[in-house]
């Protein structure tokens, strides 16, 4: 499948205006590994992988092991930086702050930063550009410092991303809907299973264990929206639609409808119907 091959990328439109960059920072000197310790207990992936250089992509789930909020991760320094959809940021810091507790860390969104995307490497070598954490077809992912004026690449990232049936942000997964492998978190690298407790990791470490993941979120294709209770949104623009599908009817959908089914994920629905 190459879903890029179709795309025309807009001049020099990289910026994704839609996403915001959560700053949590060490407030003293003597306090650097607070930051890390802290998400360490929170979210669903080993925080500390981030010290390598390259980005995670993680979430914050209920106890229950539902999502409440996926997120893209950064390390600087002894900073750690959340790369969130804008829409959510205000939200995910006060559900930050009341797990802060008494830590000295502060928490705060980061207007000077600004997220980047393109299929390719920037031709600034300058940037330090990573492939996105989920699935490498997905392109290239970077920080850097915000400027006015720059043209918008958040259609064509939609698509891209959609056209290799990679969903996230609360439009598609829900808030407290969506169970995190249901989310094929699993698949696309946003869970440790080694990394010890997280909020929600005992429902997360039960499914993966047992492989019983009986829904997945999918992307449909179809001329209409979904009369279906499932279905998360349609994007008329795309023609295409998220939903939790059952994995026993993943290919029995009407004649009209079109699941979009990348290599990434064939594995695991095959090892579902074992």
Known sequence: MSAA????????ATLLADRSVIRLSPIAEESRSEVFEFLQGLVTQDVFLLEKGAPLWSALLTAQGKVLYDFILWAEGSSILIDCESAIADNLIRRLTLYRLRRAIRIEIDPAIAVHWSLNPPENQAISSFPDPRLSELGFRWLQPATDSQPSAEAIWKKHRLAWGVTEGQAELG?????WLEANARELNGVSFTKGCYVGQENTARM????????????????????????????SDLKLAVMLLRVADWNKLPDDQEVITPEWLKEALAEAHS
Request: charged letters at 35%; hydrophobic letters at 30%; one cysteine or more.
């Open 175 to 179: 808030l407290d809907k969506t169970l």
């Open 5 to 12: 091959n179709n795309l025309a990328m807009p001049d020099n």
């Open 208 to 235: 993966n264990w047992r492989q019983k993941i009986n829904r997945r979120l999918a992307v449909i294709k179809t001329d209409h929206p979904l009369d279906d209770d499932k279905c998360r949104i349609y994007y």
